[in-house]
């Protein structure tokens, strides 16, 4: 009787296994053919029915939000597959964006760090957990313009992409007009994307509202989707996106997979009428192009791709009109196009270019910029500030040739769809242009990175790069400062104070806008120096039995050299390993670690006399993982760990370290009288 019982009860166990990966194996195909509605409907029947692989099924409807941009729900289900054990370093990256998108600063720094440990060649956690410290006094910043949710336009799906046509505006939506019925979209569960047209209620006054929403006339409206469009100043040219789909003949399934890639149409108007449209000589097979926009003068066109060759998931570039033809496309460059996703370009009529992006310093997914050319050198992008920009997605600008109000698009919490529409209208106190031409300049803040304080008379060093002098300047109470720049041309900004770790970065200085406070593109962030304080050394890591100095290890060792160049304390390196191996075999292990990196620390040029080594083995580690206990190698490498603490302050040593105190505000430097290391951690 037990034997059959056992029997029957493996039975019943590999039936469920077989059932739930029947289940996951038919959502995987329905996401692959980009069906997320549909395979979210599969994977949520799979939670109900129970006994399932709930990580594995959880994990795959957070991936399913995340392709359909719903944030909160993503952040929520990667949390929930986090909770059952899934620590693969994509879902944390995943988690983090989705944290920051959701405006959970702290945490979403913490597992881009995370992150970091686990892929330390991947720069762009690092990035965004700085990203995530400069929001967070981002949000002080006193605004600029006023919104309200353009609610006539709006409907309970998704409204982008808007620009003036005649009298009218036109926008993208997925939409269904009363009585019309249409396909759905597997990726969304709603309609396919149509482009409309409403007319304001004030012909002056955008910010009133609008009325009369309508479908665009038959040149539009006839594939798998249609929208976003861009007009000629005279509207008699129309580029829009048309996406068609297919059958991939490269796919070996069954079901040939279909992808879904933007295309670029054009058509001019003859007596009222669109011509047919013909395909930009760009649209390809093998990658994107969209969301184009023409110039004010309509002889350039600004447009996205994800075409071989660029800088992140999709850049911007421009094609230039010669003779009635397109030049080959011009990639913007590094200074517009990040390790992220550039999206959205508008040219407004002071050829202003205003885009979204979610790789330049933001407040998470994807917020506006502006730029404009100088000397044909794009200016470095700047943020356009709350409340145009959110934790949310913050994309498709238009703004009024006046400057005064506009649209755009956001999917912020509190519309009535996924992506609405929303108006704005530049306070009446802020009547500066979005870009000084005339009075180019830098200004940020100084900031302590524990608790965001300001730091009052805070030195920053700021050097051009090619020049002999470097200018000195102090903070206010405020950690403010400012100075005039030169457009175009490399800066390397450092923030000092007496017992505070040093900050610094590179901007290309340009004619940055004026609207807001700081313009630099993010806060200098002064770690203190406390005494007893533990500092744990980032990338330090030793060969299996070995306790000498790896050229990886040597930046992190470099950092703290110049720190100790630059403070007179005394120091104690202490190294830490894990609980493996015997306590005397540890203790010994890590005392010559402790000792090979001191070694190397005196190499460099600090006094023997101002640092100890010393090994702890496992006596201190900072989780659980002592002898006998079962733990992941990531919690293992936590105590893996080198570690510096302060020790004394000598300030009779300030002959021997960097003192900032001496040097006044305004006052120009010799560059020369900086030690070659100065600015070596600047980037």
Same mark, same amino acid.
């Given at each position: 009787?037990?034997?059959?019982?056992?029997?029957?009860?493996?039975?019943?166990?590999?039936?469920?296994?077989?059932?739930?990966?029947?289940?996951?194996?038919?959502?995987?195909?329905?996401?692959?053919?980009?069906?997320?509605?549909?395979?979210?409907?599969?994977?949520?029947?799979?939670?109900?029915?129970?006994?399932?692989?709930?990580?594995?099924?959880?994990?795959?409807?957070?991936?399913?939000?995340?392709?359909?941009?719903?944030?909160?729900?993503?952040? %929520?289900?990667?949390?929930?597959?986090?909770?059952?054990?899934?620590?693969?370093?994509?879902?944390?990256?995943?988690?983090?964006?989705?944290?920051?998108?959701?405006?959970?600063?702290?945490?979403?720094?913490?597992?881009?760090?995370?992150?970091?440990?686990?892929?330390?060649?991947?720069?762009?956690?690092?990035?965004?957990?700085?990203?995530?410290?400069?929001?967070?006094?981002?949000?002080?910043?006193?605004?600029?313009?006023?919104?309200?949710?353009?609610?006539?336009?709006?409907?309970?799906?998704?409204?982008?992409?808007?620009?003036?046509?005649?009298?009218?505006?036109?926008?993208?939506?997925?939409?269904?007009?009363?009585? %019309?019925?249409?396909?759905?979209?597997?990726?969304?569960?709603?309609?396919?994307?149509?482009?409309? #047209?409403?007319? !304001?209620?004030?012909?002056?006054?955008?910010?009133?509202?609008?009325? @009369?929403?309508?479908?665009?006339?038959?040149?539009?409206?006839?594939?798998?989707?249609?929208? !976003?469009?861009?007009?000629?100043?005279? #509207?008699?040219?129309?580029?829009?996106?048309?996406?068609?789909?297919?059958?991939?003949?490269?796919?070996?399934?069954?079901?040939?997979?279909?992808?879904?890639?933007?295309?670029?149409?054009?058509?001019?108007?003859?007596?009222?009428?669109?011509?047919?449209?013909?395909?930009?000589?760009?649209?390809?097979?093998?990658?994107?192009?969209?969301?184009?926009?023409?110039? !004010?003068?309509?002889?350039?066109?600004?447009?996205?791709?994800?075409?071989?060759?660029?800088?992140?998931?999709?850049?911007?570039?421009?094609?230039?009109?010669?003779?009635?033809?397109?030049?080959?496309?011009?990639?913007?460059?590094?200074?517009?196009?990040?390790?992220?996703?550039?999206?959205? !370009?508008?040219?407004?009529?002071?050829?202003?270019?205003?885009?979204?992006?979610?790789?330049?310093?933001?407040?998470?997914?994807?917020?506006?910029?502006?730029?404009?050319?100088?000397?044909?050198?794009?200016? =470095?992008?700047?943020?356009?500030?709350?409340?145009?920009?959110?934790?949310?997605?913050?994309?498709?600008? =238009?703004?009024?040739?006046?400057?005064?109000?506009?649209?755009?698009?956001?999917?912020?919490?509190?519309?009535?769809?996924? @992506?609405?529409?929303?108006? #704005?209208?530049?306070?009446?106190?802020?009547?500066?242009?979005?870009?000084?031409?005339?009075?180019?300049?830098?200004?940020?803040?100084?900031?302590?990175?524990?608790?965001?304080?300001?730091?009052?008379?805070?030195?920053?060093?700021?050097?051009?790069?090619?020049?002999?002098?470097?200018?000195?300047?102090?903070?206010?109470?405020?950690?403010?400062?400012?100075?005039?720049?030169?457009?175009?041309?490399?800066?390397?900004?450092?923030?000092?104070?007496?017992?505070?770790?040093?900050?610094?970065?590179?901007?290309?200085?340009?004619?940055?806008?004026?609207?807001?406070?700081?313009?630099?593109?993010?806060?200098?962030?002064? @770690?203190?120096?406390?005494?007893?304080?533990?500092?744990?050394?980032?990338?330090?890591?030793?060969?299996?039995?070995?306790?000498?100095?790896?050229?990886?290890?040597?930046?992190?060792? @470099?950092?703290?050299?110049?720190?100790?160049?630059?403070?007179?304390?005394?120091?104690?390196?202490?190294?830490?390993?894990?609980?493996?191996?015997?306590?005397?075999?540890?203790?010994?292990?890590?005392?010559?670690?402790?000792?090979?990196?001191? %070694?190397?620390?005196?190499?460099?040029?600090?006094?023997?006399?101002?640092?100890?080594?010393?090994?702890?083995?496992?006596?201190?580690?900072?989780?659980?993982?002592?002898?006998?206990?079962?733990?992941?190698?990531?919690?293992?490498?936590?105590?893996?760990?080198?570690?510096?603490?302060?020790?004394?302050?000598?300030?009779?040593?300030?002959?021997?370290?960097?003192?900032?105190?001496?040097?006044?505000?305004?006052?120009?430097?010799?560059?020369?009288?900086?030690?070659?290391?100065?600015?070596?951690?600047?980037?």
């Amino acid at each position: 009787m037990n034997q059959r019982s056992l029997f029957i009860t493996i039975l019943f166990i590999a039936g469920i296994c077989l059932v739930t990966f029947g289940q996951i194996k038919k959502a995987k195909k329905q996401m692959a053919l980009y069906n997320y509605s549909e395979a979210m409907s599969i994977l949520n029947r799979s939670l109900k029915k129970g006994n399932t692989d709930k990580q594995a099924v959880i994990l795959l409807i957070a991936e399913c939000y995340r392709k359909q941009n719903d944030v909160e729900n993503a952040r %929520k289900f990667y949390e929930k597959a986090i909770g059952y054990g899934a620590t693969e370093p994509t879902t944390l990256f995943n988690y983090a964006q989705a944290l920051r998108s959701c405006g959970e600063y702290k945490q979403a720094r913490k597992y881009f760090l995370a992150y970091c440990e686990l892929v330390p060649g991947d720069c762009r956690a690092k990035s965004l957990a700085d990203y995530c410290d400069t929001a967070l006094v981002w949000r002080d910043i006193p605004p600029v313009f006023e919104i309200k949710n353009a609610t006539s336009l709006n409907s309970k799906e998704a409204e982008f992409g808007p620009v003036i046509f005649e009298n009218q505006v036109c926008f993208t939506s997925d939409r269904t007009l009363s009585g %019309k019925s249409t396909e759905s979209y597997g990726w969304t569960g709603n309609a396919y994307l149509r482009l409309y #047209f409403s007319v !304001p209620l004030s012909a002056d006054d955008l910010y009133q509202g609008f009325k @009369d929403i309508k479908m665009a006339p038959d040149l539009f409206n006839k594939a798998f989707h249609d929208g !976003p469009a861009s007009f000629t100043s005279d #509207f008699s040219e129309v580029l829009f996106n048309r996406t068609l789909t297919y059958k991939d003949k490269g796919k070996k399934d069954e079901h040939k997979i279909r992808t879904h890639l933007l295309k670029i149409y054009h058509s001019e108007r003859n007596d009222s009428k669109w011509m047919k449209a013909v395909p930009f000589f760009l649209n390809s097979d093998d990658y994107s192009v969209g969301h184009p926009a023409f110039s !004010p003068d309509g002889n350039v066109l600004y447009f996205v791709s994800d075409m071989e060759g660029g800088y992140g998931g999709t850049d911007l570039y421009m094609c230039h009109r010669e003779d009635s033809k397109w030049s080959q496309p011009i990639n913007l460059g590094p200074v517009i196009n990040t390790f992220g996703n550039e999206m959205f !370009p508008f040219m407004a009529n002071d050829e202003t270019l205003y885009f979204a992006s979610d790789g330049h310093p933001g407040f998470g997914g994807l917020d506006i910029f502006l730029t404009q050319l100088a000397d044909s050198t794009w200016l =470095f992008p700047q943020q356009m500030g709350m409340p145009i920009n959110t934790s949310f997605d913050d994309f498709s600008f =238009f703004i009024s040739e006046d400057r005064g109000q506009g649209i755009f698009s956001s999917n912020r919490p509190g519309g009535l769809g996924s @992506d609405d529409l929303y108006l #704005f209208r530049r306070l009446p106190k802020s009547i500066q242009s979005p870009v000084s031409i005339t009075t180019p300049f830098l200004s940020g803040y100084v900031k302590d990175k524990r608790n965001l304080n300001p730091i009052d008379k805070a030195t920053v060093f700021i050097f051009e790069k090619g020049k002999a002098q470097v200018l000195v300047l102090k903070t206010d109470s405020n950690g403010y400062y400012r100075t005039e720049i030169t457009p175009g041309e490399l800066y390397t900004v450092k923030a000092m104070h007496t017992a505070y770790i040093a900050d610094c970065f590179q901007v290309k200085a340009d004619n940055l806008s004026e609207e807001v406070e700081q313009n630099a593109p993010r806060d200098l962030l002064l @770690d203190v120096l406390d005494s007893d304080r533990v500092f744990v050394l980032e990338n330090i890591y030793y060969d299996l039995d070995n306790w000498n100095i790896r050229d990886d290890a040597k930046p992190a060792l @470099d950092k703290l050299v110049v720190a100790m160049k630059e403070n007179p304390v005394n120091i104690e390196l202490g190294s830490h390993t894990d609980s493996r191996a015997s306590d005397v075999y540890n203790l010994q292990l890590s005392q010559k670690r402790a000792e090979s990196a001191v %070694k190397y620390i005196i190499s460099q040029g600090i006094n023997p006399d101002r640092i100890t080594a010393k090994g702890y083995g496992e006596t201190q580690l900072v989780n659980g993982c002592k002898d006998g206990v079962s733990c992941s190698e990531e919690d293992h490498q936590q105590n893996r760990r080198t570690e510096f603490k302060v020790i004394s302050w000598d300030n009779d040593k300030h002959e021997e370290t960097f003192n900032p105190a001496n040097y006044f505000h305004g006052e120009m430097i010799d560059a020369l009288l900086l030690r070659e290391d100065f600015f070596i951690f600047c980037k």
